[in-house]
């Protein structure tokens, strides 16, 4: 996969945080909103009710309460590994293993265990902590905090042999996302970067991509947000939304005022390459096909929409739209879908996000051969 992980619990995290957003529309006068819906294929596939999903080691998978699932791209089907009865708060798949941090005979631990077999292999124990996050790269665990509302604490480093733990960064919230050799930290309210050398466990790089913004809960109305990042096409993907209405308000029932900026920066230089600014980006950018891609809010009642952005030309050069499923219950697709992709295929993940037990909807696009369904050579 070339972005980072998406996974059930970021959404959760964003929806309780963020509620609705108002309807999509870009403001750079050589946009084009046209319907590129000829240049793909969208296949459907359904979920097992009750899994959340993740991306890793290449691949799409599923974790259901006593079972992985692995996605079969070839043959678009699903295939299950039993595991353990675990309560699982996050998890990945990285490394050749399943990573699960959860509860299990009344203890808390990170759990490896072989994806193919289901067998456990090792166990680390961990504090509970609900904001926790973490991934496996560079032969190490990283265990951060990324809930918006939560206070800012430690950055950890878990060796899986050892189980030695180390503090890399004493105060950060947001996402961390391995690229390049390094361990890149975007914090998700005040927009500092920081980039760690995980041979030294030193941050040998920082900037900035925007003001600090105030998340205050307690506020009625306020001028907050937050940011959110993937990294590909040799560049750092930033989006800022900047809400002005705070969460006790009615911003649930009317929207929130927001305004978004997907900024693109150059990993090496710092350079803003691209600023394009749009209302209801929800989800994280991602690359794929040397475009950006964003998921967009449209009508709930019948469908959402994926803008596709070239970065050269710095606006939107068409747009998908993702009809509501007929097989959906009902808020199942009540957000736009969370995107992730892999070399051949653009995945888009639709859940109700709201339950305890979600039922997601995957669909797969891919690339039409138009030369050859034209009968070009």
């Not at 399943?98 to 994806?115: Q, T, V, Y």
């Amino acid at each position: 996969m070339r972005v980072p992980r998406a996974s059930f619990s970021a959404a959760r995290w964003l929806v309780c945080t963020l509620a609705t957003l108002s309807v999509f529309s870009l403001r750079v006068p050589a946009q084009t909103n046209g319907d590129i819906g000829n240049e793909y294929t969208i296949t459907t596939l359904e979920v097992p009710k009750g899994a959340s999903f993740s991306t890793g080691d290449g691949k799409l998978w599923f974790l259901r309460k006593d079972e992985l699932l692995r996605l079969d791209a070839d043959q678009n089907r699903l295939i299950p590994v039993p595991i353990g009865d675990i309560k699982a708060r996050s998890w990945i798949v990285s490394g050749g293993s399943l990573w699960i941090f959860g509860k299990s005979e009344k203890s808390w631990a990170i759990r490896r265990i072989d994806p193919q077999t289901g067998k456990l292999l090792d166990t680390i124990g961990l504090e509970d902590n609900r904001d926790q996050q973490f991934l496996y790269a560079y032969g190490s665990i990283w265990v951060w905090t990324d809930f918006m509302l939560a206070k800012n604490k430690p950055v950890l480093r878990i060796d899986p042999e050892t189980k030695r733990v180390i503090e890399v960064s004493n105060s950060f919230k947001g996402q961390l996302l391995a690229s390049d050799g390094k361990i890149w930290m975007l914090g998700v309210e005040d927009g500092n970067i920081k980039c760690l050398d995980p041979q030294s466990d030193k941050v040998v790089d920082e900037f900035s991509v925007g003001r600090e913004h105030d998340n205050g809960i307690l506020k009625g109305r306020f001028k907050g947000g937050h940011y959110s990042y993937g990294i590909g096409e040799g560049a750092l993907w930033v989006l800022d939304a900047q809400e002005t209405y705070g969460i006790l308000t009615n911003a649930a029932v009317e929207g929130p005022r927001v305004k978004g900026v997907l900024s693109g920066y150059d990993l090496k230089t710092h350079e803003r390459i691209a600023k394009i600014e749009n209302d209801a980006a929800l989800w994280l950018p991602t690359t794929w096909k040397g475009y950006v891609w964003l998921s967009t809010r449209g009508d709930d009642r019948s469908g959402h929409y994926i803008s596709r952005i070239d970065p050269k030309l710095q606006h939107t050069v068409g747009r998908l739209f993702i009809p509501i499923s007929s097989k959906a219950p009902r808020y199942a697709e009540f957000l736009p879908p969370m995107l992730v992709s892999s070399e051949d295929s653009l995945w888009a993940v639709s859940g109700n996000w709201f339950s305890k037990n979600p039922t997601l909807l995957l669909r797969r696009i891919q690339a039409k051969d138009l030369d050859n369904a034209n009968g070009e050579k």
